[in-house]
């Protein structure tokens, strides 16, 4: 046979105070053998464990929350009354914008996309507003 019909046998359940002295004699035989830790340096490690975690959590907390940019008023004046023009504006209005206001083509494109998601929006709301 490929497999021993041993290895798949059930192991005997330990009891909690069987597990308790188990664990109990591994620390105790550390300790003989000089492998053990102090507990100061165990608290440090856990105190560094902590600070590293508190560290992670504070990053996050600023990438997902960032502060908006603030943006010029003639920009704005400007692409709200291209908006107004054109809701999908071309490629070449798209550079001449980015280029007039030194921005990136991508800037400029995602700014229509998502006014334009939101206006899509309104307008079915008030769609079905009238109904």
């Known amino acids: 046979m490929w497999f021993k019909p041993e290895y798949f046998k ?3 359940v330990m009891s909690c ?13 550390r300790k003989r ?3 053990g830790e102090k507990e100061e340096v165990v608290e440090e490690k856990l105190e560094k464990e902590q600070d590293k975690e508190e ?4 990053k996050k907390n600023k990438n997902q929350y960032q502060k908006k940019k603030f943006v010029s008023r003639p920009l704005m004046d400007t692409l709200w009354a291209m908006f107004k023009l054109k809701k999908n504006p071309t490629f070449l209005d798209i550079s001449s914008l980015a280029f007039e206001f030194s921005m990136t083509e991508t800037q400029i494109n ?3 996309c998502t006014k334009r998601k939101i206006y899509k929006k ?3 709301w008030r769609a079905y507003k009238m109904k």
């Open 110 to 112: 995602r700014w229509f």
């Open 33 to 35: 053998e000089g492998g």
């Open 122 to 124: 309104e307008i079915h």
């Open 10 to 12: 059930k192991q005997p």
């Open 55 to 58: 560290d992670e959590k504070e």
């Open 17 to 29: 105070d069987q597990n308790h002295l188990e664990v109990e004699r591994k620390t105790k035989k």
